[in-house]
């Protein structure tokens, strides 16, 4: 959760707050839920950027949008369209991340009071004319979400957990 937090002091320096959108453009790993949480600890949603996008859909994605800042790895960088100004929109998330943040002079981090009905995610979705569109998802949505998947698909004894906690994401 501290490395989380530090990265959230780093996105808040770069502007990043409440009703902001971040690029989360990394695979499935630790420091993408550390993202995501670092994201949601500044207030701002987040939209999942897939990591098999071509550069141009990319570029298209991050426009439609309004994304400000893309969080990736330094593999994934090089795709991204920030070509002009990397620093000002790129962090780049490889491990220990927290521990070289830790050692820039980072404002303290703004406790936002995120409501039900702020953003929590944008989901992407082609809709009949096949361009893609954002659907802003509140946290009301995604809180919903979650409780009828635990209702709906209760967990069994015998699924997998990660550190003794069932993990459920959508």
Same mark, same amino acid.
């Given at each position: ?6 990265? !959230? ?24 839920? $550390? !993202? ?10 987040? $939209? ?39 620093? !000002? ?7 220990? $991340? ?37 659907? $802003? ?34």
């Amino acid at each position: 959760i501290e490395e989380a937090k530090i990265v !959230a002091r780093k996105l808040q320096s770069m502007g990043v707050g409440k009703g902001s959108v971040v690029g989360l453009y990394l695979p499935h790993c630790e420091e993408n839920l $550390l !993202a995501n949480l670092a994201i949601w600890f500044t207030g701002a949603g987040f $939209l999942m950027l897939e990591t098999t996008c071509t550069p141009a859909l990319l570029e298209q994605l991050i426009e439609s949008i309004d994304v400000d800042v893309v969080i990736t790895d330094s593999k994934l960088a090089v795709n991204l369209p920030y070509v002009d100004d990397v620093e !000002a929109h790129v962090i780049v998330y490889d491990q220990q $991340l927290g521990a070289v943040l830790a050692g820039e002079e980072l404002p303290e981090l703004i406790d936002h009071a995120v409501e039900l009905d702020d953003l929590a995610y944008v989901s992407m979705t082609s809709g009949s004319t096949g361009a893609p569109k954002g659907v $802003l998802v509140p946290h009301r949505s995604a809180t919903y979400c979650f409780e009828a998947g635990l209702h709906l698909y209760p967990y069994r004894d015998d699924e997998p957990e990660f550190e003794g906690i069932n993990v459920f994401f959508a």
